[in-house]
């Protein structure tokens, strides 16, 4: 079955930087778009990036310029490297394989905060 495991999240300073990972199973990674969504607290989730099989990228205009993803089709991982944190990027991140609806990880909670 699919599973989708996060993980590289934590407490970060404002201006610090955070690498996250999502690691895939139980499909063809590499046929399918991964994206990253977060959601904070008391609010809707909302999308973040989205990167193709063929390894092209895009972002929210709120993330763009700070925030890259890329992937490992060797290694069935989709990644956030997130730089120039900011409070308002707290949230809990989740990534989604984007085929038959959409499947999704459990999240990895990020908090950025001084």
């Known amino acids: 079955q699919v599973q989708l495991v996060e993980s590289g999240g934590g407490w970060v300073q404002p201006g610090g930087s955070l690498r996250l990972s999502c690691a895939a199973s139980?499909?063809?990674?590499?046929?399918?778009?991964m994206s990253w969504y977060r959601q904070a607290p008391g609010k809707e989730r909302e999308y973040v990036a989205r990167?193709?099989?063929?390894?092209?990228?895009n972002y929210a205009d709120s993330v763009k310029g700070r925030f890259t993803i890329s992937r490992d089709n060797a290694k069935n991982t989709v990644y956030l490297q997130m730089n120039s944190l900011k409070p308002e990027d707290t949230a809990v991140y989740y990534c989604?394989?984007?085929?038959?609806?959409?499947?999704w990880g459990q999240g990895t909670q990020v908090t950025v905060s001084s």
């Open positions: 139980g499909f063809t990674f590499s046929t399918y778009a």
């Open positions: 989604k394989a984007e085929f038959s609806g959409g499947y």
């Open positions: 990167i193709f099989n063929i390894g092209r990228g």
